[in-house]
């Protein structure tokens, strides 16, 4: 139980390791087209969040077309 335990401690902090934004989670020119290029490849398209901060590359979402 303890190694369960553990174990899933442990991918819960890699999960949070990987929410890094770059350049501080500023929605830069270039974070944008990024953002926008890896949305258009899986087929959706880049949209600000309702109430969300346009400054802030997390505030945008990767919705469906």
Known sequence: M???LALSATLLCAAC???VTPNGGVAS???LKTARAECLAKGGDLKL???GDP???TAYVCKRK
């Open 49 to 51: 969040a309702k109430e």
């Open 29 to 31: 020119y270039d974070a």
């Open 55 to 57: 400054q802030s590359i």
């Open 17 to 19: 390791a990987s929410g």
């Open 2 to 4: 303890k190694i369960l």
